[in-house]
């Protein structure tokens, strides 16, 4: 079949990577050059650890409290949006102990999913960084120590291992540098790659089998007999036999185009790396107060985070990117870093649905679509897994995961 694939990042990709090797012809449609988009950026974690939905009990209460500081990692810019108020009620209703335990199993298939088919990529492609040295999960007060125990509680049980330290276990493991920490959960299945090196592996894989568009920009669609005929975009129209809607933080304003109801938000995040670093961290870490990712990748070290929910928006708030050395500062009170230079920061919209959860799936509306999108913290962790999952769609295959709970319809009045 022709197969025409919106938007190239992770989602958009991985799908190509499965469609064309079950014989299809693929195109990938994006706006964008495809250089540096929120695939190219970010931290680079694998992390089947991530098994509860960022709509979870405690999130309120913890968002409420960030709001009000400028620095903190979770910010919600108050503005007069009816879409951002009613994925405010979604999420509200979502953050409770039920959805996550509905949640929990299908996030972990998905991870474990991932993870395999990552192995595979990573003898089959260029080189692209992948590293299975885990994950720390790292605490300074009390109260991050209970909540991070009760996770690594909870993973064990749902068998994915998870191991308490003390400061001095967590110190044996980070030989170069000293951490000033109350102690940390170490999850050993969790992995890390690259992100820039594998969106170059996987176009370069892509280069001679996959037809590329960039710089072109979906604008509608023609509607008939609930098919899209025709995509129309800012450089004519082109015609698919089946369409991937993978469009990240935009796919709710496509979706409209659609008359679909898929609630999105950009999560903006920013990331900085530092280059040459003679004694690098040695295990990915999250520095649970501030939230903030650390990931080696080679002689490099990256740090990312804070999440602002400020619509389609691009600018850089420096007062957040402080806060993210701030918090380097504390837990790695050696480690000289300084903020940044505004260019030297990057930042990239992490697609969030109002559960926590990806859309994938089709939609019984329009018959020669499948939507895969919203994988928010997650979408490098879970993208191999979705574009699988998209080929299975295709394919008419019976697919390795049950996708109920990702139905895209999920949300549909
Ligand atoms: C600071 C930070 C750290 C992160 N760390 C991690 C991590 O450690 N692990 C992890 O798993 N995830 C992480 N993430 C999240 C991850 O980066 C995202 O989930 C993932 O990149 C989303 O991929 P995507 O393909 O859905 O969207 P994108 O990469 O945004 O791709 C969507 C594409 O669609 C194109 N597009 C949109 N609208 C149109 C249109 N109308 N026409 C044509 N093209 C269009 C866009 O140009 C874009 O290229 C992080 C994110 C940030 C910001």
Same mark, same amino acid.
């Given at each position: ?35 540096? !988009? ?18 979870? @009990? ?6 409420? /409290? ?10 919600? $810019?108050? /503005? #007069? ?19 996550? &335990? ?92 690259? @992100? ?9 894989? *892509? ?55 898929? @609630?999105? &938000?950009?999560?903006? !995040? ?11 961290? &040695? ?12 990931? @080696? ?48 920061? #990057?930042?990239? *919209? ?36 979705? !574009? $699988? ?22 949300? &549909?009045?």
């Amino acid at each position: 079949m022709k197969i025409g694939i919106i938007g190239g990042g992770i989602i958009g990709l991985s799908s190509a990577y499965y469609l064309q090797k079950s014989g299809h012809e693929v195109t990938v449609i994006d706006q964008s050059d495809l250089t540096n !988009g929120c695939s190219y950026g970010n931290a680079g974690m694998i992390v089947p650890s991530h098994f509860i939905p960022l709509a979870a @009990p405690g999130m309120i209460a913890k968002g409420i /409290r960030w709001m009000f500081d400028s620095s903190s990692p979770f910010y919600v $810019k108050p /503005r #007069w949006s009816g879409d951002l108020v009613r994925w405010g009620i979604q999420f509200y209703r979502h953050a409770t102990e039920a959805h996550v &335990q509905k949640s929990a199993g299908v996030l972990k298939e998905l991870s474990l999913l991932s993870k395999s088919l990552y192995q595979t990529w990573s003898k089959e492609l260029l080189d692209f960084g992948y590293n299975e040295k885990g994950l720390l999960m790292l605490y300074q007060t009390s109260d991050a120590e209970h909540e991070e125990k009760e996770t690594a509680r909870l993973a064990n049980q749902y068998g994915i291992e998870a191991r308490v330290l003390s400061a001095d276990e967590v110190q044996q493991l980070e030989t170069h540098v000293r951490v000033n920490v109350r102690g940390g959960i170490l999850f050993p299945g969790d992995a890390h790659l690259t @992100p820039h090196l594998l969106m170059e592996s996987l176009k370069n894989n *892509l280069n001679e089998k996959a037809n590329f568009k960039t710089n072109t920009a979906v604008k509608d669609f023609n509607i008939s007999e609930k098919k899209i005929k025709s995509v129309v975009t800012n450089r004519g129209e082109f015609s698919f036999d089946e369409i991937i809607l993978a469009t990240g933080s935009w796919s709710g304003d496509v979706a409209k185009k659609l008359k679909l109801n898929l @609630p999105m &938000q950009a999560g903006k !995040g920013y990331s900085f790396t530092l280059p040459d670093i003679s004694k690098n961290i &040695q295990i990915p870490s999250i520095l649970i107060e501030g939230k903030v990712a650390v990931t @080696p990748m080679g002689n490099s070290l990256r740090f990312g985070g804070t999440m602002e929910i400020n619509g389609l928006d691009h600018s850089i708030n420096m007062k957040r990117v402080k806060g993210i050395v701030d918090t380097v500062s504390r837990f790695y009170p050696e480690l000289k870093i300084e903020t940044p230079a505004m260019e030297k920061t #990057w930042h990239g *919209l992490r697609p969030c649905s109002p559960d926590g959860l990806p859309y994938i799936g089709r939609t019984p509306s329009i018959q020669n679509l499948t939507i895969a999108t919203g994988h928010s913290m997650l979408g490098i962790s879970l993208g191999p897994a979705t !574009g $699988k999952l998209v080929s299975e769609i295709i394919n008419g295959e019976k697919t390795s995961i049950d996708l109920s709970a990702l139905t895209p319809h999920r949300y &549909q009045r």
